[in-house]
């Protein structure tokens, strides 16, 4: 079954302790990208990835890393996370088109952060 | 201005009708439009990609109107079922993405 999956889907940490969120794709795509979602401001993106090694910010990367070792992983970084960081969490991917034309995108079920 | 605006909503409208939602994009140079329907807190799962000439899927129809910046959904014949949180999707440089705030819609008996 294709799919994105996200881990944890539920974490209820504390400001300052390195968390990472994974995420995994079946899929063989190129893309990924992580949002965030937050009340009254929809989604926006993080980071988001072309292929292996290939990274860039999205609207919203301050206190977020990333990685892209390999093409089926896109692990969401928080080195030092403060409760500004507590959202839903989604990771998506998607092939990619050519001439900058983004495919649709599949996504995870979502991960709900909480810092305290 | 925001890359992509829609109107919140709500949209209460009652079983049978038909209902549009539009979503204006900055960027002049994107190429790539979609809408996605998003359940209470669950994932964004994709309706349909908006192509230059329209296209149709069953009961929703979306539209794309370069010269002014916007797409369009329609939805005719509403069931129970579409009640929701739609969300317009626009690139911008490269292939960044940009998300609406979302339209909500509740579909009365």
């Known amino acids: 079954e294709a799919q994105v999956t996200q881990n944890p889907r539920y974490l209820i940490t504390v400001t300052g302790k390195k968390l990472t969120v994974t995420c995994s794709q079946n899929?063989?795509?190129?893309?990924m990208s992580w949002y965030r979602q937050d009340p009254g401001l929809g989604l926006r993106q993080i980071y988001y990835?072309?292929?292996?090694?290939?990274?860039d910010k999205g609207d919203v990367p301050e206190g977020y890393k990333v990685s892209r070792k390999e093409k089926r992983n896109f692990p969401l970084i928080l080195e030092s996370p403060s409760p500004n960081q507590t959202s839903l969490y989604f990771c998506?991917?998607?092939?990619?088109?050519?001439?900058?034309?983004?495919?649709?995108?599949?996504f995870g079920d979502g991960t709900r952060l909480s810092i305290l | 201005r925001k890359e992509v605006e829609q109107d919140p909503g709500p949209f209460n409208v009652p079983e049978g009708a038909t209902v549009a939602f539009n979503c204006t994009y900055s960027?002049?140079?994107?190429?790539?439009f979609f809408w996605y329907r998003q359940d209470c807190r669950k994932e964004p799962k994709l309706l349909m990609s908006?192509?230059?000439s329209g296209n149709e899927d069953g009961r929703f129809t979306a539209q794309l109107n370069r010269a002014s910046q916007y797409i369009s959904l329609l939805i005719r014949d509403s069931k129970l079922s579409d009640s929701a949180t739609y969300l317009c999707?626009?690139?911008?440089?490269?292939?960044?993405?940009?998300f609406g705030k979302g339209t909500s819609l509740l579909v009365t008996p």
């Open positions: 990835s072309m292929n292996v090694e290939v990274t």
């Open positions: 999707v626009v690139n911008s440089a490269g292939y960044a993405l940009n």
């Open positions: 960027n002049s140079a994107s190429q790539s």
């Open positions: 899929m063989n795509h190129e893309y």
């Open positions: 998506a991917s998607s092939s990619l088109g050519v001439g900058s034309i983004n495919q649709p995108q599949h």
């Open positions: 908006v192509y230059s």
